[in-house]
């Protein structure tokens, strides 16, 4: 079993940025995926970025490409999502979530509110 808690949600201008980490307990944290998603309000669950076990494969939606970047650190247990140039838009719940098969997340944070001001 997993457990995921993710932190550095916030309330931000736009142009901003903000950082933000998930940390993992309870199982081996190199052997998953990782993933960020987010719910805008009203909105279905969406795909931010994914990154691979060893952390050299990554990929995102198009509508943050150039903005946010993924990465890990399996020592720590941690996979982040820095944002930058942070739009309205962006405003949503952002969870991260682990697959030990690719695209399976099975595993899911509680989430981290992310508010952006015009």
């Known amino acids: 079993q997993v457990r995921l808690v993710e932190s550095g949600g916030g309330l931000v201008q736009a142009g901003g940025s903000l950082r933000l980490s998930c940390a993992a307990s309870?199982?081996?944290?190199?052997?998953?995926?990782m993933g960020w998603f987010r719910q805008p309000p009203g909105k279905e669950r969406e795909s931010v970025a994914i990154?691979?076990?060893?952390?050299?494969?990554?990929a995102y939606a198009d509508s943050v490409k150039g903005r946010f970047t993924i990465s890990r650190d399996n020592a720590k247990n941690s996979v982040y999502l820095q944002m930058n140039s942070l739009k309205p838009e962006d405003t949503a719940v952002y969870y991260c979530?682990?697959?030990?098969?690719?695209?399976?997340?099975?595993?899911w944070g509680q989430g981290t509110q992310v508010t952006v001001s015009p």
């Open positions: 979530a682990a697959a030990v098969i690719p695209g399976l997340y099975r595993y």
């Open positions: 309870g199982g081996t944290f190199g052997n998953h995926h």
């Open positions: 990154v691979s076990r060893s952390g050299d494969s990554t």
